[in-house]
């Protein structure tokens, strides 16, 4: 089983989703996104690169919902580490506004 730790950013994220989201998410998790993880001879369903950043994948997990995650050192030998980053609606992948 693969394992995980989340950023600042995702944890702060995760407190403005609605329990909605939050479910939507959890489900993606357990019945897309882990099985693809532990099958490498087969594509992830819901996963593409993130154009601006090299080695940051992002995960849809909804209409609208997207979380972005990146590799991490393996934690439990032969195991996939993932650090989710952040996570909300399309809206996480634009820039803040100011200079």
Same mark, same amino acid.
């Given at each position: 089983?693969?394992?995980?730790?989340?950023?600042?950013?995702? /944890?702060?994220?995760?407190? $403005? =989703?609605?329990?909605?989201? &939050?479910?939507?998410? +959890?489900?993606?998790?357990? /019945?897309?996104?882990?099985? $693809? =993880?532990?099958?490498?001879? &087969?594509?992830?369903? +819901?996963?593409?690169?993130?154009?601006?950043?090299?080695?940051?994948?992002?995960?849809?997990?909804?209409?609208?919902? +997207?979380?972005?995650?990146?590799?991490?050192?393996?934690?439990?030998?032969?195991?996939?580490?993932?650090?989710?980053?952040?996570?909300?609606?399309?809206?996480?992948?634009?820039?803040?506004?100011?200079?």
């Amino acid at each position: 089983m693969p394992t995980f730790e989340t950023l600042p950013r995702f /944890e702060k994220d995760w407190k $403005d =989703l609605t329990p909605q989201h &939050r479910d939507m998410f +959890r489900k993606v998790v357990r /019945e897309a996104f882990v099985p $693809d =993880l532990m099958a490498p001879d &087969r594509p992830f369903r +819901r996963v593409k690169g993130v154009q601006a950043h090299a080695n940051v994948f992002e995960m849809t997990w909804g209409n609208d919902g +997207r979380a972005t995650f990146s590799y991490g050192a393996e934690r439990v030998s032969g195991q996939p580490h993932i650090t989710w980053r952040h996570i909300g609606t399309h809206d996480i992948f634009t820039p803040p506004p100011g200079p």
